[in-house]
């Protein structure tokens, strides 16, 4: 799964909803693009690998709904 992950693609929630685009993948995790963050501030976050149920038309398909996954970033600092 992780090789079929690559730099700049959307990552959409189970119901479609945009969460953010991927800069790469670090070991077990995705590591999102800066203007991802859902702070506003610019800074990186991660979702584990193990939440992506399929990559699809350049997409990046999580487990989680967008508003879940967008929960998950914002407990991350920065």
Do not use: F, N
Request: avoid cysteine; glycine fraction near 12%.
């Amino acid at each position: 799964m992780m090789h079929d992950i690559s730099e700049h693609m959307d990552i959409v929630g189970s119901d479609g909803g945009m969460v953010g685009r991927v800069d790469k993948v670090e070991g077990e995790r995705i590591k999102l693009t800066k203007d991802s963050d859902p702070h506003g501030m610019g800074h990186h976050h991660y979702l584990p690998v193990s939440a992506v149920q399929s990559t699809q038309g350049g997409k990046v398909m999580l487990q989680m709904s967008a508003s879940e996954a967008k929960q998950q970033l914002q407990q991350q600092m920065g």
